[in-house]
């Protein structure tokens, strides 16, 4: 069965580095979005993106993030200069987009745990 | 903005009982999903639903689409260990940006 796959798993950094979580999204899916989820909380939106252009971002996806699709098969979130609340777990999640309904089943990876320190 | 709250926050049950809970929002969605989280893994889809009153099976897990738009419902027949996890339900409204419930943790004991 076709899965978003992340990289990598567990990511630890310095506070004010950059970071670049990877995502390879189901190879036939046109949505994609990254979520995220400080632990013992509840996921939280971050970003969606479709036809190489964010369609929506929440109030937490700042200036210091970004996304891209550089290639057919990856999707990226960057982190210019990570502070000690970006510390979370991160989803990659990707969707159809076959009609309007089915874009709401969004499919997520396994995360990418980032650690600042 | 947007809130979902489930209930319970947790459940700790019996292997074999049935399990059911729920989810409440002060504003409506059009679309409800409920997903299953494993400890340390992303969120596996269980059930989608899209309309008002829609009541949709998978397995043991049926789910409902409130009336009012603004509730659903999980339930779990016939529990068995590997139902142990965090449940979430999500919703979205006229967007594919989904906000999620706070959880439900449930245990199963054997």
């Known amino acids: 069965e076709p899965e978003v796959t992340q990289t990598p798993s567990h990511q630890v950094t310095q506070m004010g580095q950059e970071v670049i979580l990877r995502c390879v999204p189901i190879?036939?899916?046109?949505?994609f979005y990254w979520y995220r989820q400080i632990l013992g909380q509840k996921v939280e939106f971050l970003v969606s993106?479709?036809?190489?252009?964010?369609?929506?971002k929440s109030e937490i996806f700042d200036d210091q993030f970004s996304v891209e699709r550089p290639d057919g098969s990856n999707f990226t979130l960057k982190i210019r200069s990570t502070k000690l609340e970006d510390s979370a777990m991160y989803f990659c999640?990707?969707?159809?987009?076959?009609?309007?309904?089915?874009?709401?089943?969004?499919?997520f990876g396994p995360g990418t745990r980032l650690t600042v320190l | 903005g947007q809130q979902l709250n489930q209930s319970p926050q947790s459940m700790f049950i019996q292997e074999g009982e049935d399990v059911s809970m729920n989810c409440t929002s002060s504003?409506?969605?059009?679309?409800w999903l409920w997903y299953k989280q494993d400890p340390g893994e992303g969120p596996v889809l269980l059930i989608a639903?899209?309309?008002?009153?829609e009541l949709t099976s998978n397995g043991r897990l049926t789910a409902q689409f409130g009336i009012t738009r603004k509730d659903s419902f999980l339930n779990i027949s016939a529990s068995i260990p590997s139902d142990v996890g965090i449940y979430f339900c999500?919703?979205?409204?006229?967007?594919?940006?989904?906000?999620f419930g706070t959880g439900t943790r449930l245990q199963v004991f054997p």
């Open positions: 999640a990707s969707a159809s987009g076959r009609d309007a309904f089915i874009s709401n089943e969004q499919f």
């Open positions: 190879s036939n899916h046109l949505y």
């Open positions: 993106f479709y036809n190489n252009e964010i369609s929506e």
């Open positions: 504003s409506i969605f059009n679309t």
């Open positions: 639903l899209y309309k008002a009153g």
């Open positions: 999500a919703g979205s409204y006229n967007t594919d940006k989904l906000i």
